[in-house]
């Protein structure tokens, strides 16, 4: 079995200095400290784009404790994979690379298939491609697989088709629909880490800029919101009215992609769905537009149709590809069309992948500790985790909040046991007594004049 493939061994000493500076800004994965590590010898796999070595660093300390096997597949950009350098050169598993952008499918694809060599019994996946793999084309090495955790919507997405045709062989944790996870990594660390790329490879502002994002769910959410917080005019494109509306409702001018692009100086894909922005699209945009995917890998936007467009292509800054139309219009294409705040940036904060990275580990242990009673099927990261890793991150802020009293609890507990007549008919008389309220005349001694 292949140990290690590492592009640039002489790196491990950067990195651990990377690895020490993050580690100072994840308190919650330091108070959990050994709660991750007990428990029965697994050996995990973690396919991670990842934003923050030392949190895959101490997951990878954890499970590598006590003779437990893991083996964490890296693929995207130079700036975090000194700390897998680091891990190799600590005897952990590590299969890293120094490209810029993400691998090409092929090479991703060899990386995935070393990485499950191990045969896993816990896969913390991002993107849902180790679970796909070991349902197809890599079965063999699932054979003990208690489970796995989805860390993406795109995942998630995938883990639910193949659970819905009833295909699913091992149960899969939706990690990404925990509330811990989609109101802070989705919203707060792609929102700013997306525009830390973008500015960081352009060196230009986002003031004054029509952006047009892509994609309202979480992420495209909060990559609106700093978006505005920078001074750009935002515009949604949506396909789910609902999430068209909410955009609407945040000062947000909602179009029809088509109609977008004829005003767009930015355009940022956040779907999940292959060929967001394609060949049609490319002719209405303006000359000098920038091109970037926030979604899942590489897919978003059809650089192949763009490719085939351009009359002239070439490097115009590190991480940004212009292609020269015919007529003479720039369409500049950030980090390849692969995934901005990785390709051109450092990917998620610290303190938001703490956050993440917390959930992952619980949520692996709650799969081994579960073995057995989970069928194969999605499952949801239980509250108490969730919870948990929220009442860290306040204990770290030093927030202290408030409790229900026990007169609540019971109210609460009341209301939920009650039939939908039985609640009718409360709130029925509910609207008697304000009525009565209404209708009361005020005592001479309440009367004014």
């Not at 002239?312 to 800054?317: A, D, P, Q, Y």
């Amino acid at each position: 079995m292949q140990q290690n493939t590492v592009a640039a061994p002489a790196l491990a000493a950067e990195g651990q200095r990377k690895v020490e500076w993050v580690r100072r800004n994840m308190p919650i994965l330091r108070q959990l400290g050994s709660a991750v590590r007990r428990g029965a010898a697994v050996r995990r796999q973690a396919h991670r784009h990842l934003d923050s070595p030392r949190g895959e660093d101490r997951l990878s300390r954890a499970r590598a404790a006590r003779g437990r096997r893991c083996r964490v597949r890296r693929g995207q950009q130079p700036g975090v994979d000194e700390g897998r350098r680091r891990r190799g050169a600590r005897g952990r598993r590590a299969c890293t690379s120094t490209r810029a952008t993400a691998p090409r499918p092929d090479e991703m694809r060899r990386y995935m298939g070393f990485a499950l060599e191990i045969g896993p019994h816990v896969v913390i996946d991002d993107g849902g491609d180790l679970v796909e793999l070991l349902h197809e084309s890599h079965r063999k090495f699932g054979k003990d697989m208690l489970g796995a955790c989805e860390e993406t919507t795109s995942g998630v997405l995938r883990a639910r088709a193949r659970a819905n045709a009833r295909q699913l062989e091992f149960p899969v944790v939706l990690v990404n629909d925990a509330r811990c996870k989609y109101l802070f990594d989705n919203v707060h660390g792609t929102g700013q880490s997306v525009w830390e790329g973008v500015m960081r490879s352009t060196n230009l502002v986002l003031a004054g800029k029509t952006v047009v994002i892509v994609g309202y769910g979480w992420c495209g959410k909060g990559c609106a919101l700093r978006a505005q917080g920078l001074g750009a005019h935002v515009v949604v494109c949506e396909v789910d009215p609902v999430k068209a509306a909410d955009a609407l409702m945040h000062g947000c001018r909602v179009l029809p992609l088509a109609e977008a692009c004829r005003v767009a100086d930015v355009v940022l894909t956040v779907t999940g769905v292959r060929h967001t922005l394609r060949a049609e699209h490319f002719p209405l945009l303006k000359s000098n537009v920038l091109l970037a995917n926030a979604g899942h890998f590489w897919e978003e936007i059809d650089v192949a149709a763009l490719a085939k467009l351009a009359v002239e292509r070439k490097e115009l800054r590190a991480n940004v590809e212009g292609f020269r139309l015919a007529d003479g219009r720039w369409l500049n294409l950030l980090g390849g069309g692969n995934i901005v705040n990785i390709a051109c940036g450092d990917g998620h904060p610290a303190e938001i992948m703490d956050m993440s990275f917390a959930l992952q580990a619980l949520a692996a242990r709650h799969v081994v500790m579960s073995a057995g009673s989970l069928a194969a099927d999605c499952h949801p990261v239980p509250t108490a985790i969730d919870e948990q890793v929220a009442r860290l991150k306040l204990a770290a802020a030093g927030v202290a909040i408030d409790t229900l009293t026990s007169d609540q609890q019971q109210y609460l507990r009341t209301l939920a046991s009650l039939t939908p007549r039985q609640r009718g008919a409360l709130r029925a008389r509910s609207l008697v007594v304000v009525r009565a309220r209404g209708t009361r005349r005020p005592s001479s001694s309440c009367r004014s004049g």
